[in-house]
Nanobody
Framework: QVQLEESGGGLVQAGGSLGLSCTASGRTRSSYVMGWFRQAPGKEREFVAA??????YYADSVKGRFTIYRDNVKNTVYLQMDSLNAEDTAVYYCAATTYSTLVDETRRFDPNEYNYWGQGTQVTVSS
């Protein structure tokens, strides 16, 4: 089992920045990789970003504005969000999946392919 705990989030004005972090515990030496999804009210959960040791993947809607990175010593993955706008308002979830899912572009964006989830953290961007 892998447990994921998010922190960060909150309220920010449009154009501002915010950072999220997600710390993994449990079977952290497994082959799981980590990423972020988000879900806005009335919408489906959507892929935001994920990374392996060598590659980073982003949704088109956040490319150039969001950065995913990690600290292996702390078993923590981060999401730096810049140039935020109202459309970024959502609950953000940390998630873990296998490397084979991450590199398969037919599966990478599907939340059903992710095995573990954090509790979610609210990000609200005021316009």
């Amino acid at each position: 089992q892998v447990q994921l705990e998010e922190s960060g989030g909150g309220l920010v004005q449009a154009g501002g920045s915010l950072g999220l972090s997600c710390t993994a515990s449990g079977r952290t030496r497994s082959s799981y990789v980590m990423g972020w999804f988000r879900q806005a009210p009335g919408k489906e959960r959507e892929f935001v970003a994920a990374m392996s040791s060598s590659d980073r993947y982003y949704a088109d809607s956040v490319k150039g504005r969001f950065t995913i990175y990690r600290d292996n010593v702390k078993n923590t993955v981060y999401l730096q969000m810049d140039s935020l706008n109202a459309e970024d308002t959502a609950v953000y979830y940390c998630a873990a999946t296998t490397y084979s899912t991450l590199v398969d572009e037919t599966r990478r964006f599907d939340p059903n392919e992710y095995n573990y989830w954090g509790q979610g953290t609210q990000v609200t961007v005021s316009s």
